[in-house]
């Protein structure tokens, strides 16, 4: 046994060499955190100490390989993280607020070798140990599994992990498998499939192809980015007489300029918002906003700018910019305005 432990991690080493065994460092971006905590749970038991049957390396040396490279790709982005083991169950991390030195610290703690015939996969213990570990984090949560789905002891995996998992839609179980067997895979596919939007991924692959390692991450880690707040842009110059919805000459140049920059921003469609002052019913200058954005939206359309990148909308007098208590503040209130939004 001692021999053939030496032949397998001597064999993880060759892979390592081929794969690259540096950390990778890619930039994600604009990342919107998706989740506020994050375990690494890592499968210690005699299994994992095994050789791949397909990879031809040590399965344990190769979820190290796995941590190292997702550890130099995970944002800082102000998450709580830990790292345990499990099978036995082993508190390497507790969680902490996330640095990269220091998870990459405590991977290479874990061991390269350790014996075989000792070491029961006992899966359902450490999802049971884990919980109160998970319990005791606030908001969103994913449990990363690192595990070939092997089990040979102890009461059924998949329930105790459903009873980590608890029911609550913030809290993810993704595996990233080493499963060279049947069993093993029917058993990471279950646990995947726990919550709602967890993530089964092969190790193998992810150390093969960094890109598919990148959008591990991304899909565990980053959620879709704010939304961007709409532009808007006040055709100033372009304000109508009183009772009026007929565009007046000193307003044209502007919308010319409107025209030229619709044209050379081709993936924007603009809201045309018309406006009053305060003179006259609530109903009657609801309807002449609504004539006065139309009047600036024909004028564009007659410019070339397609009808389907503009709807207009008028606001009456609910939405002024100056006093309505003096002539000047009420002709500034008499103007449209554009609301710009990425198509």
């Known amino acids: 046994m001692r021999k053939s432990m030496v032949c397998a991690w ?66 800082e982005a102000g ?9 036995p169950f082993e508190a390497v991390m507790s969680p902490a607020p996330y640095m990269r030195a220091a998870i990459n610290t405590g991977i290479e703690r874990i061991p390269d070798s350790q014996p075989v015939a000792v070491r029961l996969t006992t899966m359902a213990r450490g999802f049971e140990d884990l919980r109160p570990v998970v319990g005791g984090m606030s908001g969103k949560t994913a449990v990363i599994v ?23 839609a913030d809290v993810c179980l993704h595996v990233v498998s080493f499963a060279d067997s049947e069993h093993g895979r029917d058993v990471n596919r279950q646990l995947s499939q726990i919550g709602q939007g ?10 093969a192809d960094g890109a598919k390692l990148e959008q591990f991450v991304r899909d565990v880690f980053c959620g879709a980015p704010p939304a961007k707040p709409k532009r808007k842009i006040v055709l100033r110059g372009v304000n109508f007489d009183f009772d009026k919805a007929t565009l007046r ?30 003179v006259g019913s609530d109903a009657y200058n609801q309807r002449l906003s609504e004539r006065r954005a139309g009047a600036v939206a024909d004028y564009l359309a007659g410019g070339g700018i397609a009808r389907a990148r503009m709807a207009t909308v008028g606001f009456g007098e609910s939405k002024p910019v100056a006093s309505n208590e003096t002539e000047d503040g009420r002709a500034q209130n008499r103007r449209v305005e554009f609301r710009v939004s990425d198509k």
């Open 10 to 75: 001597v064999g993880g080493l060759l892979l390592g060499s081929i794969l690259g065994a540096a950390p990778a460092r890619a930039d994600l971006g604009q990342c919107s955190p998706k989740v506020d905590n994050f375990v690494l749970f890592v499968d210690q038991s005699g299994s994992m100490y095994q050789v791949h049957r397909d990879a031809g390396a040590v399965k344990e040396i190769l979820a190290k390989q796995v941590l190292e490279r997702m550890n130099g790709v995970i944002p």
């Open 146 to 168: 690192f595990s070939d789905g092997a089990d040979n002891g102890g009461r059924d995996p998949i329930a105790a992990a459903r009873e980590l998992q608890g029911g609550r």
């Open 79 to 87: 998450y709580q993280g830990a790292l345990y083991m499990f099978a």
């Open 249 to 278: 000459a000193d307003g044209k140049p502007v919308l010319d300029e409107a025209v030229r920059t619709l044209k050379d921003e081709r993936d924007i469609k603009v809201s045309v918002e018309g406006h009053t002052d305060a």
């Open 198 to 207: 967890c993530r089964l991924v092969e190790g193998r692959e992810l150390l």
